[in-house]
């Protein structure tokens, strides 16, 4: 998990490092998930935090590096039994079952900041990289689990709103993280709303 998060924060710091004008954000992530993801785990998760620094290229486009740890949990009671096996062997659980995903993309982003004569940036953008994905499911002292790097995108629209506090603000924004399939575990699809602190310079 170490080698994640190192390797983030170089990312973001040697991109944004480069640029005389940049944005940095980090933010409280309240996450749910879509399609098979949502099937999985269910409801809105609470427990999310990302880092995002950007430097502009110009007055309205930027390049950056994102982070950001996600987990989704759900407990589910009055399932159909699950099926697990191998090549010589197969077994059917019944019982409550906690599933979890924890979801770690980093991303190297390119967002346009929208000119709208004020302080105030709305901006748009998008992420790719990859998305690195930790899922689990417990019935009682079993623990099924696995684990896989894919491919990650993920759009973005936010806005970044100056509070008077010398550059810092308020970032809002809304995710769509998508990643591919990998190993045994199915795509990701997920969608965020964000909210933290901004910092432009």
């Keep these: 998990m170490k080698k994640i998060y ?39 998760n ?7 620094g950007r430097g502009f290229v110009n007055e309205n486009l930027s390049i950056g590096g994102f982070f950001s740890w996600n987990t989704l949990y759900d407990k589910k009671s009055d399932m159909e039994p699950f099926e697990f096996g191998g090549d010589d062997y197969k077994g059917n659980i019944s019982g409550t079952q ?7 993309p ?3 982003t390119g967002h346009y900041f929208f000119d709208t004569g004020s302080d105030t940036r709305p901006y748009f953008g998008i992420g790719l990289g990859t998305v690195y994905t930790e899922q689990r499911t417990d019935f009682g002292m079993l623990s099924f689990y696995d684990d896989s790097w894919g491919f990650g995108a993920q759009p973005e629209f936010g806005v970044y709103l100056p509070l008077g506090l010398s550059g810092g603000g308020l970032n809002l924004a809304l995710r769509y993280l998508y990643g591919s399939s990998a190993g045994d575990l199915d795509s990701l699809s997920m969608l965020t709303f964000a909210i933290g602190f901004g910092f432009m310079n």
């Design 98 to 104: 906690s599933n979890y995903l924890n979801v770690f």
């Design 106 to 108: 980093v991303l190297i």
């Design 46 to 52: 609470f427990r999310g935090v990302s880092i995002d």
């Design 6 to 44: 190192l390797t983030a924060l170089l990312l973001i710091g040697l991109i944004v490092s480069g640029n005389a004008q940049s944005y940095w954000a980090i933010n409280w992530d309240i996450s749910t998930g879509l399609g098979d993801t949502g099937n999985f785990v269910e409801g809105i």
